[in-house]
């Protein structure tokens, strides 16, 4: 076995950047590592250079690793499209739609193409690093479960377990799940590791005697807190509502918070931005009266959340802020909310329909059955700047607007559209900011200077870096690789 696992005590207990950081800690090391999930729940998505989607987690784990991304990376993605549902991506391809209740009796069905996809990365490294989801705590999902123990008892992977001190209880957590596992499960797990400490380490050394007795888990060590994990991308929609309001700045965006928005990392380089105050505006909020910018974001469900949009009044807000001479920017699903009408005629959403759009830009959007997924560059419009990003979207958009392109993608393809005054954009292409060259360029319009015009994987990797160096002082990777067998 060249393999280990990371299961939380819960959710948001710092799996993905544990696995990110590790990796990059082992690359250092001299090894080949691959990262590993079973079933990722995200509507952020990445995408290959084969076509295929996976979680923008697994893609930041692969920067990490220093490898290519992979769809064996991340071999069941489920995109929530409603509460009680979501879109099922196997080996990066679309396979259908699936309610809770329903998916839960496909999973079995599932594990094979995650099985195949492990064996396939533990003969390409030294060591697979494997990533969990949710918790193993929840024993209610243990039959047929293939993202927690299901898959670490399939393939005899041993299993490290995380808890979050920040939130408190830590101890409870991680004997509490002790408790609740199964025999065979609880033997799986040869370790558990502390995350996000601050202060005085020495002062929980108690605390991992009591756990390591209560458990008889060997203690691997207490992570402390990295200020380096706000340059990586979030995985987790929870982040956007501990997200502060602002900071004074040049140009002041307003994001509004969609029900079931998606890829939001890809405003992260305009967050960093020191001249920016980028704010994601909550449900139940007014969009700020001082915006420049207004962003409408990409969406797994745009019919459902264009409604959800006007129901919070932001459709209003939004009139208000472009006749006080604001400018708005919509980004694949948001784009399509700038047109006339959104019609969805075989379902692919939920109930088959059309909407009123906001009207904002002369194009009609049809959303069809087949995905168009890739990778895209290009330029500016009218200039020499370029773009590298991704497109993951349904709909094709088609009118008037689309002969006033936003963007040239390769090959002199017009892409995107600008209304004609300038205030009104978009474009279905995700990622535009990550480039130096293009955030500056865009801020640029507004007046306003890049305070770091670097393309924004500089940060990440030097973030990555970081992390790596704080994992190598503070926990037992020595023990961790001893138990995987690399």
């Not at 030294?126 to 193993?136: R, T």
């Not at 001190?165 to 957590?173: E, Y």
Request: charged share 20%; hydrophobic share 40%; aromatic share 6%.
């Amino acid at each position: 076995m060249t393999a280990l696992m990371f299961q939380g005590t819960g959710s948001d207990v710092g799996k993905s950047v544990l696995v990110a950081g590790l990796a990059r800690a082992f690359v250092r090391r001299g090894l080949s590592v691959h990262p590993f999930k079973p079933q990722n729940m995200s509507n952020n998505a990445a995408v290959t250079l084969d076509g295929g989607e996976i979680g923008r987690a697994q893609w930041l784990q692969a920067i990490a690793a220093g490898v290519e991304p992979s769809i064996h990376m991340n071999p069941v993605l489920l995109k929530p499209q409603s509460d009680v549902g979501a879109q099922v991506v196997l080996h990066g391809k679309v396979i259908g739609t699936a309610q809770a209740a329903d998916y839960q009796r496909r999973k079995q069905h599932l594990l094979a193409g995650v099985l195949s996809s492990f064996d396939i990365l533990r003969v390409q490294a030294d060591l697979v690093l494997v990533e969990g989801a949710g918790s193993p705590a929840e024993t209610n999902l243990r039959a047929g479960d293939i993202a927690n123990m299901g898959f670490a008892t399939a393939t005899d992977t041993p299993v490290v377990l995380i808890g979050d001190i920040d939130r408190g209880g830590v101890i409870a957590s991680l004997v509490g799940t002790h408790e609740v596992l199964s025999h065979t499960d609880r033997a799986l797990i040869k370790g558990f590791l502390i995350n996000k400490f601050r202060g005085d380490v020495t002062l929980f050394d108690e605390g991992l005697t009591e756990i390591e007795t209560r458990t008889g888990w060997a203690g691997l060590g207490v992570l402390g807190w990295l200020p380096a994990m706000r340059d990586l991308p979030a995985e987790d929609g929870v982040v956007l509502e501990r997200a502060a309001t602002g900071n004074g700045a040049a140009l002041t965006i307003d994001i509004p918070m969609l029900s079931r928005i998606a890829n939001f990392d890809e405003f992260d380089p305009l967050a960093r931005e020191g001249s920016v105050d980028l704010r994601f505006v909550p449900p139940g909020e007014a969009i700020r009266g001082t915006a420049d910018l207004i962003i409408l974001p990409g969406t797994k469900s745009t019919l459902a959340d264009y409604q959800f949009l006007c129901a919070q009044g932001w459709d209003i807000d939004l009139r208000a802020h472009l006749r006080r001479g604001g400018s708005v920017l919509g980004i694949c699903g948001g784009f399509q909310m700038l047109g006339n009408h959104i019609t969805d005629p075989e379902g692919l959403e939920g109930t088959a329909g059309t909407v009123v759009g906001l009207g904002l830009l002369d194009m009609e959007t049809r959303l069809n059955p087949q995905k168009e997924v890739r990778r895209v560059r290009g330029t500016l419009h009218g200039s020499p700047v370029p773009f590298e990003g991704y497109e993951i979207h349904n709909g094709v958009s088609q009118g008037p607007a689309l002969t006033r392109p936003w963007l040239m993608k390769e090959g002199q393809q017009p892409h995107g559209a600008c209304a004609l005054e300038g205030n009104v954009m978009g474009a279905y292409v995700h990622g535009l900011f990550e480039s130096g060259a293009f955030r500056t360029a865009f801020l640029e319009r507004f007046k306003v200077s890049s305070t770091d015009p670097r393309d924004h994987i500089v940060r990440v990797e030097k973030a990555l870096d970081d992390i790596a160096i704080a994992m190598e002082k503070d926990l037992n990777l020595d023990a961790m690789l001893k138990m995987s067998g690399a």
